[in-house]
């Protein structure tokens, strides 16, 4: 789906409006670690907060990875929205149930 490849992928490009100047390789997990940038990113996903342009392209990867099991995502792409609902799960355990409450078919 293109909005996994979006976010997931192209998470990166959409960084320098935070002021970092990255390049095609740049470090997912660095932006990860951002606890500001996620927060953010977050509430827009869980609907507690405003959204930029990154938040509601997350809302679309989290709708694919979370409800439909990322069908739509090729290896890298399942692997990497794997790597970041992981990371979600043990830095941010209070948005990650919020997420799956919100998407998951089974609500929980």
Do not use: H, W
Not at 78 to 85: E, L, P
Not at 96 to 103: K, L
């Amino acid at each position: 789906m293109k909005a996994v490849a979006v976010f997931l992928v192209g998470l990166a490009q959409f960084c320098t409006a935070e002021g970092q100047k990255v390049g095609k390789g740049a470090d997912i997990k660095g932006l990860l670690e951002n606890r500001y940038f996620m927060k953010q990113q977050l509430s827009c996903v869980v609907k507690s907060g405003p959204c930029n342009f990154i938040g509601l392209q997350m809302q679309g990867a989290v709708t694919e990875v979370v409800s439909r099991n990322c069908q739509n995502c090729n290896p890298q792409q399942r692997a990497t929205a794997n790597q970041v609902m992981t990371f979600i799960r043990n830095n941010y355990p209070d948005y990650y149930r919020q997420i799956i409450a919100r998407y998951s078919p089974q609500g929980g």
